[in-house]
T-cell receptor
């Protein structure tokens, strides 16, 4: 069975600085996808970034980038130039590429507080 | 942009009562999901639904739970006899296809409180 672990329950960062959120996962699959979701106080789950396991290049979306280390099964999220609106809970998620259902397995989440 | 909508936003019910949580997925989506999040904990998969049948369910999704797509637009989660431990945020989600280029869209959630 696949598992996703986020070892940092809470983090804080000063506005405009950079922060990295950690995520590790465990799987025996070779075909899979990884995601970071943001859950602001409004509660809606919003996709931040995604990574295909077969791609070596790290995904980037504006201020958000990942450090995907496949051998180490690590998938960290870097937020550059942090903004107050980045304050949210962040979930790392795994999807088995061979799955017929496309379900996501989530980590425990990291609460990020961006301080002015 | 099309959205997944869930109603109600907050539901309070007494233990032992039946509750139905409603969702309207995005209209051209084919895969539907329910997830739940107990306060302060991780988001857990409950069930996936495709082609008018359950395609996968978790251990949490026992006989007290059922899902239905009654009219081609709504997607409902029914809990037959609620327990205190069913108190959680329930998220509906949908996607057009299961492939990576079809992202999962979540609703805003329904907070269920069982007293």
């Amino acid at each position: 069975a696949q598992t996703v672990t986020q070892s940092q329950p809470e983090m804080s960062v000063q506005e405009a600085e950079t922060v990295t959120l950690s995520c590790t996962y465990d799987t025996s699959e070779n075909n899979y996808y990884l995601f970071w979701y943001k859950q602001p106080p409004s509660r809606q789950m919003i996709l931040v970034i995604r990574q295909e396991a077969y791609k070596q290049q790290n995904a980037t979306e504006n201020r958000f980038s990942v450090n995907f280390q496949k051998a180490a099964k690590s998938f960290s999220l870097k937020i550059s130039d942090s903004q107050l609106g980045d304050t949210a809970m962040y979930f790392c998620a795994f999807m088995n590429g061979s799955s017929n259902t496309g379900k996501l397995i989530f980590g425990q989440g990291t609460t990020l507080q961006v301080k002015p | 942009e099309p959205e997944v909508t869930q109603t109600p936003s907050h539901q309070v019910t007494q233990m032992g009562q039946e509750v139905i949580l409603r969702c309207v997925p995005i209209s051209n989506h084919l895969y539907f999901y329910w997830y739940r999040q107990i306060l302060g904990q991780k988001v857990e998969f409950l069930v996936s639904f495709y082609n008018n049948e359950i395609s996968e369910k978790s251990e949490i999704f026992d006989d007290q739970f059922s899902v239905e797509r009654p009219d081609g637009s709504n997607f409902t989660l029914k809990i037959r006899s609620t327990k205190l431990e069913d108190s959680a945020m329930y998220f509906c989600a949908s996607r057009m296809d299961r492939v990576i280029n079809s992202p999962l869209h979540f609703g805003n959630g329904t907070r269920l409180t069982v007293t």
